[in-house]
C-alpha cells in the first residue's frame, strides 16, 4: 500500500510475444493496466482475462488477430470497470459485444474493418445515478475502417448523424 492507503498501480506488458493464448498464472485480481499488443491472440483467447476483474481499467489488445467480440462476451462483464481500451489493427468488422462495459470513456478502434458499430451506436444519457450501456463513452477513435456513416443515439438529447 501507497501512503494513501491504496493499491500501487500493477501493469502486465507482454507485448510482442508472439502470444496464441494468455498465461492464466500472469492474470490476477490486483492488476491495474495489462498490454498485450503485437500477439496473435484470438477472442477465444481472452477467457484468463476475467480473472483480472473489475480492478483492470486500461486494456491494450492492438495488432492482434481479434474478429469476434462477442465470442469473449464473458470477459467484457468481468472487466466491468475497464476504462481504457485499445483494439486497433486487428481483423474486427463489428464493435458488438462491448455494451457491458459500462465504465469505458476511450476506445481505440482504428485500422479494422468496421462496417457496423453494433450496439454502440445507442449512448444513453439517465439523469442520477449510473447509466447502462457505454454512456461513459467520452473518446472513440475509428480512423481507417469501412464506416460510410454514423449516427449515434444519446437519449434525452438530439440524435446526431455524421457522412464518413
Known sequence: MNSSGELPSVVLKLTEQDLLTIP???IHPHL???DLSRNQLSAV???PLSRAGGGLVALNLADNDLRDLTQAAGVWEALGGLEDLDISANCLSSLEGLSALSSLTTLRADDNQVTDLGSLHRLQYVRGGTPPGLSQLSSLSLARNHLSSVRLEVEGHQDHAAQL
Do not use: F
Open 24 to 26: 492464466p498464472r500472469d
Open 32 to 34: 491495474t493496466s495489462i
Open 45 to 47: 483467447a481472452l477467457a
